[in-house]
């Protein structure tokens, strides 16, 4: 187990924002450097948060926390231990935009670009995956599903993904799709799933330009 590295903010410093506790907990996307991953939002005051990972805590010291209806909040890291990790908001939080947000953890879908094919009818696709959450993803795809019609997206030769057609938007030939998924992702293994599939570096343009 990792050992706490020092803070950098005071003791004070964390009394004196008060913090809103487990009732918080929900799934929220984080930008760094290497792509968007998965975590939980533990708690969140003005001054900051605390975020809890299915995977090692992200190396970056300088991140985006994304709330689940698009709001972005600049964040620096300040201590870690273990899977958890305490952020010091870079701009003020209200934590009643937290607790007001109607979307929950099935919502949450991460962006990413990753390479796929898609099997449809007998018939395999080109496609990219442009983002995942635990009920439904979305690909672009190069050729023409229907509302409704079965696929498989196959990613990185060793993942496939099940569900059925439930949205389409652009042009015929060169649209993006929504998928539900057949199965339900659990967050754990989405969140790993997600870190698999991104290259390092995927985020870095992002993070410096964010939507």
Same mark, same amino acid.
């Given at each position: 187990? +990792? ?18 506790? @487990?009732?918080?907990?929900? +799934?929220?996307?984080?930008?760094? +450097? ?16 605390? =975020? ?12 985006? =926390? ?44 991460? !962006? ?6 898609? !099997? ?9 995956? $442009? ?14 599903? +229907? @509302? ?10 060793? $993942? ?20 539900? =998924?057949? !199965? ?8 790993? =799933?997600?870190?698999?599939?991104? $290259? ?12």
């Amino acid at each position: 187990m +990792a050992q706490p590295q020092p803070a950098t903010m005071s003791d004070a410093d964390r009394r004196g924002s008060r913090r809103i506790g @487990i009732a918080l907990l929900r +799934a929220a996307r984080l930008l760094t +450097a290497d792509g968007e991953c998965l975590c939980l939002l533990r708690d969140v005051s003005r001054g900051g948060v605390g =975020l809890r990972f299915f995977h090692a805590v992200p190396p970056d010291r300088h991140v985006l =926390l994304v709330s689940a209806e698009g709001r972005i909040h600049p964040l620096i890291r300040c201590w870690t231990q273990g899977c958890a990790a305490g952020y010091r908001a870079v701009n003020p939080i209200d934590p009643a935009d937290f607790l007001a947000e109607k979307r929950g953890a099935g919502e949450v879908m991460l !962006r990413l670009d990753c390479p796929a094919r898609l !099997r449809r009818a007998g018939a395999t696709l080109g496609a990219t995956l $442009t983002g995942i959450g635990p009920r439904r993803m979305r690909l672009a795809i190069d050729g023409f599903c +229907a @509302i409704g019609q079965p696929v498989v997206a196959v990613i990185k030769e060793d $993942t496939d993904l099940g569900g059925w057609v439930e949205w389409r938007n652009g042009e015929r030939a060169q649209a993006e799709y929504g998928i539900a =998924l057949e !199965r339900v992702l659990p967050l754990d293994v989405l969140a790993l =799933l997600a870190r698999r599939l991104q $290259t390092p570096g995927a985020g870095a343009a992002r993070l410096a330009q964010p939507d």
